[in-house]
């Protein structure tokens, strides 16, 4: 089955102490990304990554970092998470070609930091 | 500032009858649009797209249209369903860094059987 996993999807941590949120898909799509979704405001894209080793920044990217050291794994690091990152998080991939195509998600993280 | 709005944050309609979503967007750039729906829970699937080239676009019961000159486009659900109730978003990118997807903040559709 096609689809792209997150782990884990519920995270409570403490300001300060670094974590890593775990995106693979199965699908052998070369572009995937990160996403967080705040009330009001929908999702804003983090991170994305055309394939592997090349990642570039979207909206939001401060107080994360990613890599693309595989093409089918695109873990999102925080490496000091402060309360203003508490979100839900979502990982997406698509194919990468001549256009933009429709993305497949995650189910998602809801990370709190207390 | 957000690129792309969505100014109903929800939308109730009766089964049967017509849903539409709107959708607004500033960036006179954007040429490809997306619809995407969330249920609870779950990750958003893809619904509909829709190019600059075009101003309509049919799937079954959804239709896009792109008006733009007024920068709007908006979603149209005919017959509407109770399983069609969810969180739908817009979203726009560049055709030339397709890479960077913009969303609007979602409108949460209930269809009342």
């Known amino acids: 089955e096609a689809q792209v996993t997150q782990n884990p999807r519920y995270l409570i941590t403490v300001t300060g102490k670094k974590l890593t949120v775990t995106c693979s898909q199965n699908?052998?799509?070369?572009?995937m990304s990160w996403y967080r979704q705040d009330p009001g405001l929908g999702l804003r894209q983090i991170y994305y990554?055309?394939?592997?080793?090349?990642?570039d920044k979207g909206d939001v990217p401060e107080g994360y970092k990613v890599s693309r050291k595989e093409k089918r794994n695109f873990p999102l690091i925080l490496e000091s998470p402060s309360p203003n990152q508490t979100s839900l998080y979502f990982c997406?991939?698509?194919?990468?070609?001549?256009?933009?195509?429709?993305?497949?998600f995650g189910q998602g993280t809801r990370l709190t930091v207390v | 500032d957000q690129q792309v709005k969505q100014n109903s944050p929800s939308l109730s309609v009766q089964e049967g009858r017509i849903s539409i979503l709107n959708c607004d967007y500033t960036?006179?750039?954007?040429?490809?649009f997306l619809w995407y729906k969330k249920y609870p829970a779950e990750g958003p699937t893809f619904l509909i797209s829709?190019?600059?080239?075009?101003d309509k676009n049919e799937d079954g019961r959804f239709t896009v249209f792109l008006n733009k000159s007024a920068k709007h486009l908006s979603l149209h659900i005919v017959p509407s369903q109770p399983g069609d109730s969810a969180v739908y978003f817009c979203a726009a990118c560049i055709g030339y860094n397709f890479n960077k997807f913009y969303f609007g903040s979602g409108t949460k559709l209930n269809v009342k059987p």
């Open positions: 960036n006179s750039m954007f040429d490809y």
């Open positions: 990554s055309m394939n592997v080793e090349v990642t």
């Open positions: 699908m052998n799509h070369e572009y």
């Open positions: 829709i190019s600059s080239i075009k």
């Open positions: 997406a991939s698509s194919l990468h070609g001549t256009g933009p195509t429709e993305a497949f």
